[in-house]
């Protein structure tokens, strides 16, 4: 599993088993309790199915998303897939 945060710090993305995860935190999250608010949870890229499929949003297939990054600028995640040896690019702004 592998985390990141976007810029600014109100974005989660997990990878996970053959998905990429967006978390959004909200703006309690940089407050300091954070625990009093609820965590909206999508699948952001892939789903739960393995495989190896370019596509848009969970029509994507991924063997196993280990790392991830994410540009300064918020508009990739740069997605590497440690079964098929294989870095991928992932457009947010198209579905945020």
Known sequence: MCI???????LAYVADRHLVARVNLGPSWLSNNPSTESYDVTEFVGNQASGFLNGNGCATRFF???YIAIDG???Y?????V????MRCVVVVAWT
């Not at 990141?4 to 109100?10: A, H, Q």
């Not at 995640?77 to 897939?81: A, E, L, N, P, Q």
């Not at 079964?83 to 294989?86: A, E, F, N, P, Q």
């Open 73 to 75: 600028a918020n508009k």
């Open 77 to 81: 995640i740069y997605v590497s897939d």
């Open 64 to 66: 196993e998303p280990r």
């Open 83 to 86: 079964v098929k040896l294989i």
């Open 4 to 10: 990141v945060m976007d810029s600014t710090n109100t």
